[in-house]
Every structure is written in structure tokens, then in C-alpha cells.
């Protein structure tokens, strides 16, 4: 399991925007092959910070994630939105193991 957590800090006037492009990109990445979860959180006390939890059943698809039209579109849009560069934590996933089929 290939799991990756983005923490991205928007700024305050971009958040609504931010927000818009990243439900766009969810709706897309949640029907790739591959793909597991693609969540997105937001921080309850501070709603310019967000948390995007991607897990896919393995590292290639990760990458083939990071080539999709939808994920350019996406890091092309908000990347002048950013109060600093986003950044991704790589974990491994022990529990629950990566659904068979």
C-alpha cells in the first residue's frame, strides 16, 4: 500500500478557490485504477490548511497519478495559491492491508 499525506497551506483569499480545484481533482483521482482513498480534509481551526490523504494499491500507481490530465490542471491552478510549497509524507500503511482484487 502506497499511502502519501499532502498538507497544504492556501492563502486566506485563494481557500474557497483552492477548495473548488481540489474537489475537481478528487472527483477524477478517486476513478483511477489503482487508487484506494483519495481524501480531503480541511483543518477544523484553521480552514486555510488542508490534508489530502491518497493511498494507492501501490507506488505505480501513485506515479501514473502524478500524470493524469486532472492532477496538471490541478497543481497548475493552485500553485500561485500556496503560503508555502505544499509538502507530501510518505507512510507505509499496516492497517488495513491493501484490498486484494
Known sequence: ???TLVHCH???EFVDDFADALRT???ASIREPGNVRFDVLQLADDPSRFLIYEWYADEAAAKAH???PHYAAWRDTVAD???EPRHGVRYIG???ETPKG
Do not use: D, G, I, R
Request: contains cysteine; glycine residues 0%; proline residues 11%.
Open 94 to 96: 499496516l492497517c488495513p
Open 10 to 12: 492556501v492563502q486566506p
Open 66 to 68: 502524478k500524470e493524469t
Open 1 to 3: 500500500m502506497f499511502v
Open 25 to 27: 481533482n478528487h472527483e
Open 81 to 83: 495559491w500556496f503560503v
